[in-house]
């Protein structure tokens, strides 16, 4: 596995289960979100240590807004937690950091501590963490579709809706692993994923192991990636 991937360039995560983690354990859905936070930083380490260049993170999508408030505002100081206090890990493991989702209705401390992460680690190209915060695939498309109206774009072409979707300058998934077991897009990367490789691990965010990871990419690899074409038996 380790000389294959190479080959690829993005994974990503659904990280799916927090709630449920907690709730086995009778314990807060906000311990949940916590542990969530621990485990992305681990599975980063491990994705840095694989060679892959971009990993992206599911971390709240613009539907978990419906959630309710004590819930959502745990989130939110979270966030802002992770960006502040995990600051350092970020930068001395050279990791680079870019939110991708929409800027409004985000606290003004929320942005700043955005905007710092990212500048402070913009030069770190080994790996690039694609923050997905506040985000839907709906959303996104609409978004560009918008822009390109506003600049009165016309003979638009799937290249040109590339260049202005939030993750214009980063390549598409190549794989996407959703935990906890659901068979489900949840409006994520809708334009993005059209020819991802996806992977369901029946594990909550939380439990997920490395060799979780491991074997999921052993499983890709497998896997006769054809992109609509036929290859020659």
Known sequence: MKSDVKQLNHISFIMDGNGRWAKKRFLPRSMGHSEGVAKAKEVILHIKKLGIRYVSLYTFSKENWKRA?????FLMGLILKHLREDFNFYVENKIGIKHIGDRSGLSDDILKAIDKVEADTKDFTDITVLLVFNYSGKY???QAYNRMAAEGLKDITEDKISDYLLTAGYPDPDLI???SNEFRISNYFLYQAAYSEFI???????????????????IYFKRDRRFGGVKDE
Not at 69 to 73: H, L
């Open 140 to 142: 996104d498309i609409a």
């Open 177 to 179: 692993i959703r935990t």
């Open 69 to 73: 408030q004590d819930e959502v505002s």
């Open 200 to 218: 369901i691990i029946d594990k909550l965010w939380p439990d997920l192991q490395m060799k979780d990871i491991d074997g999921a990419l052993d």
